[in-house]
């Protein structure tokens, strides 16, 4: 028994080269793969941040709903890279779960605003037993920052084009 929160980057920086779109489509890869009796939240970050959904039940029937509500990240981009505040909501969303497994996925071109801040919120859901991994969006993510947040949790930094490596993680 899993929850898995997908921590999407939905910010200005995510516009170009069609990053926005290959962040969707892997989101949406990600759905495809999860077990039913898994559970997934989905978090979209800007300037400001949104819980979109918080731990439903992802049985082959909601999948769609599901997928409907990443489709309408579309309506939020624009704006900064809150991403200390992504991982925060998704610690809040990860820790009101009951199952035994948490997982964050960070779906970014890795451009955080604050750095420093975004790493020290990583490790602290590192802390709380929240693993963490990150796919890189676009041909110049910033990798070096993707592998700070997600090295303390034993986590994996993956390309858009190795999303499907993450359902073996």
């Known amino acids: 028994d899993t929850t898995i929160c997908l921590t999407f980057d939905c910010s200005t920086s995510m516009l170009a080269e069609n990053k926005l779109e290959t962040a969707i489509e892997s989101a949406k890869m990600i759905v495809d793969t999860i077990d ?3 559970r997934i939240s989905l978090i979209a970050f800007q300037s400001s941040i949104h819980l979109l959904i918080d731990a439903a039940q992802a049985t082959e029937e909601d999948k769609d709903t599901i997928k409907a509500q990443i ?11 809150n991403m200390t505040g992504g991982i925060k909501e998704a610690m809040r969303s990860l820790g ?9 996925i960070i779906l970014s071109d890795g451009a955080a605003d604050a750095p420093e801040s975004a790493e020290t ?23 070096d920052h993707l592998l700070k ?21």
């Open 96 to 104: 009101r779960s009951k199952t035994s497994a948490k997982v964050m």
């Open 36 to 38: 039913e009796n898994q």
């Open 149 to 169: 947040l997600v090295t303390p949790s034993n986590g994996a930094l993956f390309g858009e084009t190795e999303v499907s490596k993450i359902k073996e993680a």
């Open 71 to 81: 489709e309408s990240i579309r309506s939020f981009a624009g704006g900064s890279t």
């Open 121 to 143: 919120a990583a490790l602290a859901a590192t802390e709380a037993g929240i693993q963490l991994f990150a796919v890189g969006i676009g041909a110049q993510y910033k990798a």
